[in-house]
């Protein structure tokens, strides 16, 4: 199960509809080992594509240094799907390389519904997960 607080959850949601027409993607940083999305880090969508999200590849260096220095890991690797349901691709499950990530798509193709929904992907299998939304970790 995904644990994630209100204003993260929000967050990522914001970016999602900020970016549409195109795929908004970024992290959800934690403690190494914590299981907690506890830094939120929008990133750029270098594809500036509505069908496809890529890293930019000097920002994920940047990133995954900032990442070791602080004992970090990501926790939530998401990205919006803003025509389709939130679920993921043969690409998205392709470069799903976090195995101890939640994958979390966010679809932006209704305007007034958010459908938000966490994934383990592991091996190629996709296993989606229930998310619980907190107003905080205390």
């Known amino acids: 199960m995904l644990t994630i607080d209100q204003a993260t959850y929000d967050a990522i949601v914001a970016h999602a509809r900020r970016d549409h027409p195109d795929e908004a993607c970024g992290i959800v940083a934690g403690p190494e080992g914590s299981d907690r999305p506890a830094r939120f880090v929008p990133m750029l969508n270098a594809a500036r ?69 966490s994934y383990r992907i592991v091996d190629g299998v996709v296993t989606e997960e229930p998310v619980e939304v907190v107003a905080s970790y205390a």
């Open 49 to 117: 594509s509505p069908t496809f999200y890529e890293f930019d590849s000097a920002d994920l260096l940047q990133l995954y240094k900032e990442l070791d220095a602080n004992d970090e890991e990501p926790v939530v690797v998401y990205h919006s799907h803003t025509a389709t349901e939130a679920y993921p691709s043969r690409t998205d499950i392709s470069y799903a390389s976090e195995p101890n990530a939640h994958y979390v798509l966010v679809s932006t193709r209704s305007e007034g519904e958010t459908e938000f929904r």
